[in-house]
């Protein structure tokens, strides 16, 4: 067993730790290069730790196991080592630990998509290091703020945070982490379309990796020069890549840095024209990243091989099992992708009613002892009146007395009253959120200032009035539900349509308890807070969701609406764009240009189309455009069009078409039209073939 006094090091020469000014243990550097045996070492160590109580040293270990968690992509456990981590550290004070345990378990949520704990996570670790400085774990947070914004698609954020990471690193500190940030500056620059300094930066990453043994990353890295080789068009570099990073992946027995070892190479061997070997190194690919639940690399890897399959003409039913599986990823991920951050106004208006209810209790249980105390002071005062029925005088003295202490209990007891409903009153008034009484018929008792404001009228001309008067026809019959809802269940929460004094339609999430007061009538308060902008926000972020960010039209994710808002029985017809010899317009007059022409070309589809038509962009340069309610007339018709129209677009292009067949999936269809649009191209380019072959000096586009 390892001793506590060989836990950790921070030499400026050591390879494992690459100058690190942070406690580590032994066992962490080790989980580098042995991430398996490293967790099998670890519980029996933890355990020990644990029983001798040694804090310090159970986080240690912690973190060790979360870092050979993350080595070998398992993020579920990660997070439960970081979490465990922050734990331990907490107990044995140590901020410095504390900070990195919630980086560490911010790093797995975020690579589980939970952003929001993400962020929080790194709020808190922020918080830590404002006590306890370290510009190690500073630029550590920056790190892990860097990958949430890649992940969000900010990524010019994304290379704000890298940099600012980079800066506050001096000389050869934290090498491991400054080539992190620099594989992060590589990414964002090749998003943003600087090719030449990502370039640069991945050289710099990769010259840093050299000095310490980080096989993950170096994987990592090695993925970037692969992607930048297949940029430039250097398939030997491609393939050298390819099989690096497949040797450390099954160095580090890590599934996804395998599956992207045999991306990288079923790319390189579908660019050198080799479609045999690409779908099976791709297919190997799918397979680990399906495994491992990686759908977005799984959906990324299944594009490639349905455009693959398709141009070798493999069988329909293999090109469609493609194509139903990568249309249903693309639907979790959009499911996945809506927006995680919980609304935590439920949360506070809980709080809030329990601080009331507390506070109601008190002033209860108050006045009640109050009473108590009073009761027994009244009934000693009848008994020493019985008592002392002989001596009349002192009897009345001694009432006198104990009446003037009764007096002076029961006003204190008023003013407590008078101050608890003086405080309730003050809270009614001075609440920003809609405070509302109603009777079970809906008809207001009471309104606060803030709720007479939005409806535009005084408080008191809104009492007898019923609820309904201000909501809109569409909201009335919803509210006589709530008014039923609330009778039978005594609770109700939900959103209420309600037409402000300005007379726009304003959005009200109210949470109403229904009150029974066994001397009185029934009566429900409610509260509520306008959601309106949220509401606005939240369609508004769904209509961004469906549409493509630089042509206007729509995506991918709706296809899936598309096809439900269709009857099973439905008629309807796709027609397939693929521009041609696209990548030369890119390659030739740059990406600003061919961006340009996508949105040119997505309008040059929408003027051409009827308005229930949808136009759509697949991705890259191919687009679709989808008929409801066609027929072989319709289709023709709007395909001859687009044909006809040909030299008015912004690019040559090619068009494949099908309509709708015995009730087939939205999929089948497109997969139909995409294997038309193909065969529509080979015949084009069969003469220009046959030309080739009588004169050798003859081109044939590509």
Known sequence: MLVASATWSAQADDKGSAASSLPRHALEDKALNEPEQVLRQLPVLIKEARDSRNSRELALLLLAQANACRVIADWPCQRVAGASAVIASQAANDPILKARSLILESRAAIAMQDFTRGEKLLGEAELVLKGSPSPELSADVYLAYSSLSNSLGKHALSAEYAQRGLDVLPGDLALPTQARLLRNLARAQAQLGMASKSDETLVRAQVLTERFDDPKLSAEILLGSARTARVAGNI???????????????????????????????????????????????????????????????????????????????????????????????GEIEQSDRAKAADDFDARLAYAERELDVLRLKDEAAQARERERTLAASNRQSRMVGWLAGATLLVVGVFYLLQRRSNQRLKATLALLRESEARAHDLLNLSAGFVFLHDVDGRLLLVNPAAAQALGQPSEALVGRLLQEFQPRAGREPFAAYLDRVQAKGEDQGVFLVRSGEGDHRHWRYSSRLSEPKDGRAYVVGNAVDVTDQVHHTRALHEQSVRDALTGVYNRRHLEIFETNHPVAASWAAITVDLDHFKRINDSQGHDRGDQVLIDFAQFLTDRV??????IRLGGDEFLVLLAQADNETLRATAGRLQLDSAAAPCAFTVGSALREDRESLAATIARADASMYASRAAARAPLAADATKDDTTIVPD
């Open 236 to 330: 030997d570099a491609q393939v050298r890549t390819g099989k690096r990073v497949l040797e450390l992946g099954s160095r580090l027995k890590n599934s996804q840095v395998t599956g992207m070892g045999h991306e990288v190479l079923g790319l390189a061997a579908f660019d050198a024209g080799d479609l045999s070997l690409a779908i099976r190194e791709l297919d190997a690919a799918y397979q680990s990243f399906r495994n491992l639940g990686l759908k977005r690399d799984e959906s990324r890897v299944l594009r490639e091989l349905i455009r693959i399959a398709i141009e070798q003409g493999r069988p329909r039913a293999e090109v469609e099992a493609f194509t139903t599986r990568f249309l249903e990823i693309d």
């Open 610 to 615: 009827r308005g229930d038509d949808a136009v």
